[in-house]
T-cell receptor, first 113, second 115 residues
Framework: KQEVTQIPAALSVPEGENLVLNCSFT??????LQWFRQDPGKGLTSLLLIQSSQREQTSGRLNASLDKSSGRSTLYIAASQPGDSATYLC????????????FGAGTQVVVTP | DTEVTQTPKHLVMGMTNKKSLKCEQHMGHRAMYWYKQKAKKPPELMFVYSYEKLSINESVPSRFSPECPNSSLLNLHLHALQPEDSALYLCASNAPGQANGDTQYFGPGTRLTVL
């Protein structure tokens, strides 16, 4: 059974520091991995999607890497801002069930001014 | 437009009530999803509709009944719910088989409270 883990569960950094968020998964038979952001009581916003054949994806200050063989992905957020405060979730889509996302528990990020 | 809309935003219902949640997207997506999210937990998949047909049911109790009347609409009918069903219900959609179609777009959710 696929298990997705995110460490740390919570993170607080001063504004301007780079954020590093980790996601690990136990079964490398994935179709893709997605990173989402969720503000309290709100829906999820897709940040980046990495296909299993890719090593990384970039969008603005965000960069996500994927090492499928070791079951790891890392989300880097450069020069953090207070507006980056949110919960960040990673999710994998297994190869035997496209679209069926298996989520990690998330990392709650606070960026202090 | 990458918007998924959900109504109502909030819903309070008794255990004997019947109510429905509605989800709508106009992105031409042919896969739509219902998730349930409890506080401080990640979303859990409930149902997947692909081309208006139910393709995944994650062993959800029959008091939850999904319906996909057309390619843009997804409903979740609720009947005889329990207090432990109180949660944020999220709808999502994506486009199977299309370039960049894997990304799931989520709605803002319906906050359901069962008394």
């Amino acid at each position: 059974k696929q298990e997705v883990t995110q460490i740390p569960a919570a993170l607080s950094v001063p504004e301007g520091e780079n954020l590093v968020l980790n996601c690990s998964f136990t079964d490398s038979a994935i179709y893709n991995l997605q990173w989402f952001r969720q503000d309290p009581g709100k829906g999820l916003t897709s940040l980046l999607l990495i296909q299993s054949s890719q090593r990384e994806q970039t969008s603005g200050r965000l960069n996500a890497s994927l090492d499928k063989s070791s079951g790891r992905s890392t989300l880097y957020i450069a020069a953090s801002q207070p507006g980056d405060s949110a919960t960040y979730l990673c999710a994998v889509s297994p190869t035997d069930s496209w679209g069926k996302l298996q989520f990690g528990a998330g990392t709650q990020v606070v960026v202090t001014p | 437009d990458t918007e998924v809309t959900q109504t109502p935003k909030h819903l309070v219902m008794g255990m004997t009530n019947k109510k429905s949640l509605k989800c709508e997207q106009h992105m031409g997506h042919r896969a739509m999803y219902w998730y349930k999210q409890k506080a401080k937990k990640p979303p859990e998949l409930m149902f997947v509709y692909s081309y208006e047909k139910l393709s995944i049911n994650e062993s959800v109790p029959s008091r939850f009944s999904p319906e996909c009347p057309n390619s843009s609409l997804l409903n979740l009918h609720l009947h005889a719910l329990q207090p432990e069903d109180s949660a944020l219900y999220l709808c999502a959609s994506n486009a199977p088989g299309q370039a960049n179609g894997d990304t799931q777009y989520f709605g803002p959710g319906t906050r359901l409270t069962v008394l």
